[in-house]
């Protein structure tokens, strides 16, 4: 796939889309599987029969060659993250988020106060990264708003990242230059006619302009992108597909930017929409060995949507960021959730405190780290 590089990714995306991925997934064999787990250095071909039907019977090699791949490049290392949601205003219609305009529910915004004392609380555990959300309302969080609130969570925090609607490369070099070191946006899904049944109205119908997003961020300076697929939404192995050469196409663009992925699952939210695609633990485990395996100095991420032994086991398997003591309404962390005009974006099924948390990943022989990076040095 190296022959896309001088273009943007959504060319790559284009040239992708003519390619016949199921049948390729349903042709891959057992010997596919096993010559790609013994190759130093994996192709898009090797990718593909990993994330196929046939490496279903060859999860054990997969897993252990995937330890042995996390452990050199990231040693026992386990960073924790918190998620701090200050808006749920949103003006987009997505069918499968709480947040979606069609909910016709209180809204609220934080004012620059209550954000202090969110990121207070928070900070008070330790914490020292901290990802700043939103639902996706330029109106009501425009980038000004965005801006005051990194300038709220620098006092508290070493590392801010944030999760909120598309933004040109000019905004997101300015909240760079006001302590944002990472970014986190999710496409959703690939799959672009899907895409736009899923998300009716809105700006987020954009397709290509969120696509391209990661790539603003990375020509902003980001320090870190993050990129993944809600899965559930569509056939999870052509997602993972698109998610593991998106997250490539990124680390040859932009070599000094940290990449990241993350295969977080549909959630009950506040809506009648149910999934069509059936997506199981061995599905989540496959998705994430086969990341492992092809992109090494992938950063892989797991929040709080699945359960605390899911996430236990899954560690050992290539996790390097966890999300931990988690709260997904607006002012969660110091509100009482019982508060009448409280929502959650998604429920979550992992509910450990920062330091139940680390006593487990200390149990399983790994280092919990709280802050590996000082803005502005």
């Known amino acids: 796939m190296t022959e896309f590089l001088s273009k943007s990714f959504y060319d790559t995306y284009l040239a992708c889309r003519e390619r016949d991925w199921g049948e390729a997934l349903a042709a891959a064999s057992g010997a596919d599987v096993e010559q790609a787990l013994r190759r130093v250095h994996l192709s898009f071909s090797d990718f593909l029969a990993l994330l196929s039907p046939a490496a279903e019977a060859h999860l054990e090699p997969m897993a252990q060659k995937a330890r042995a791949l996390t452990l050199r490049y990231f040693g026992r290392t386990i960073q924790l993250y918190a998620p701090i949601y200050v808006s749920d205003y949103c003006e987009n219609s997505c069918l499968y988020c709480s947040f979606s305009s069609r909910n016709r529910r209180k809204r609220k915004k934080l004012s620059l106060e209550e954000i202090d004392r969110e990121a207070a609380f928070i900070a008070g555990t330790g914490l020292q990264h901290i990802l700043l959300l939103t639902g996706e309302s330029k109106k009501e969080s425009p980038v000004g708003y965005l801006r005051d609130c990194v300038q709220v969570l620098r006092r508290h925090f070493s590392s801010v990242a944030i999760e909120v609607y598309p933004l040109s490369e000019e905004d997101y070099a300015g909240l760079v230059a006001e302590g944002v070191d990472g970014l986190t946006l999710y496409q959703e899904t690939y799959d672009e006619s899907l895409y736009r049944v899923l998300h009716p109205a809105g700006p987020k119908r954009n397709f290509r302009y969120r696509l391209e997003a990661p790539e603003r961020g990375a020509a902003a300076r980001m320090r870190q992108v993050n990129i993944g697929a809600l899965l559930g939404l569509a056939d999870w192995r052509r997602e993972i ?137």
């Open 241 to 377: 597909l698109m998610v593991g050469l998106h997250a490539r196409y990124l680390q040859d663009r932009f070599p000094e930017v940290e990449i990241g992925a993350s295969v977080p699952r549909l959630r009950p939210f506040a809506g009648a929409f149910q999934g069509s695609c059936e997506v199981g633990d061995r599905n989540i485990v496959q998705a994430i060995l086969a990341l492992r395996l092809f992109l090494p100095r992938l950063g892989i991420a797991l929040s709080t949507r699945e359960d605390s032994c899911f996430r236990d086991s899954l560690i050992p398997l290539g996790i390097t960021r966890m999300s931990a003591g988690s709260c997904t309404s607006v002012g969660g962390y110091t509100v009482p959730d019982e508060a009448e005009d409280a929502f959650a974006q998604f429920e979550i099924a992992d509910s450990r405190s920062i330091p139940e948390m680390m006593a487990r990943l200390r149990e399983k022989g790994y280092d919990p780290v709280l802050k590996d990076w000082i803005f502005g040095l």
